[in-house]
């Protein structure tokens, strides 16, 4: 059961640092050749689009599965703690940045420039840290699933 839980949350971990990656080199240099209210209608597309049960379930589980992890998986502990802190790190980035930044662009009327200069660049530097961060924390639970291995 302990391998089963490592490996669930590895791979969580891994879907959404993925789509974190995505935004960051996809997505989001996508609709900065947009311009301003298609780029801010098509970020109140997406932000109201991701929040369905499969993004839920891999961003909180992700980071659930990590925590039970750590008490199953006696072995590789530390790199399973590391990887716990680093996807709760992203939980909390994103509670804290993103969320309050994609509320205030849902809010922000129709000044499409205003509401995309207080948007874009802070929502962008910081996805790339979460990008980071959330990768950091599937590496670790990857170097957890080898070590665990022998």
């Given at each position: 059961?302990?391998?089963?839980?490592?490996?669930?949350?590895?791979?969580?971990?891994?879907?959404?640092?993925?789509?974190?990656?995505?935004?960051?080199?996809?997505?989001?240099?996508?609709?900065?050749?947009?311009?301003?209210?298609?780029?801010?209608?098509?970020?109140?597309?997406?932000?109201?689009?991701?929040?369905?049960?499969?993004?839920?379930?891999?961003?909180?589980?992700a980071?659930?599965?990590?925590?039970?992890?750590?008490?199953?998986?006696?072995?590789?502990?530390?790199?399973?703690i590391?990887?716990?802190?680093?996807?709760?790190?992203?939980?909390?980035?994103?509670?804290?940045?993103h969320?309050?930044?994609?509320?205030?662009?849902?809010?922000?009327?129709?000044?499409?420039?205003?509401?995309?200069?207080?948007?874009?660049?802070?929502?962008?530097?910081?996805?790339?840290?979460?990008?980071?961060?959330?990768?950091?924390?599937?590496?670790?639970l990857?170097?957890?699933?080898?070590?665990?291995?022998?």
């Amino acid at each position: 059961m302990a391998t089963v839980v490592l490996v669930a949350a590895m791979v969580a971990a891994g879907l959404i640092a993925g789509l974190f990656y995505a935004y960051a080199c996809s997505v989001m240099p996508g609709l900065a050749r947009a311009d301003d209210r298609t780029f801010v209608e098509g970020m109140r597309g997406i932000n109201v689009a991701i929040v369905n049960p499969v993004f839920m379930l891999t961003f909180l589980g992700a980071p659930l599965l990590a925590g039970v992890a750590v008490f199953l998986n006696p072995g590789p502990r530390p790199w399973v703690i590391a990887g716990f802190v680093l996807l709760v790190a992203m939980v909390v980035l994103t509670g804290a940045v993103h969320i309050p930044l994609n509320n205030a662009l849902d809010g922000g009327g129709d000044d499409y420039p205003a509401v995309r200069a207080a948007f874009e660049a802070v929502w962008v530097r910081w996805n790339v840290v979460r990008a980071l961060v959330t990768t950091a924390g599937f590496g670790c639970l990857v170097a957890a699933v080898v070590t665990s291995r022998g």
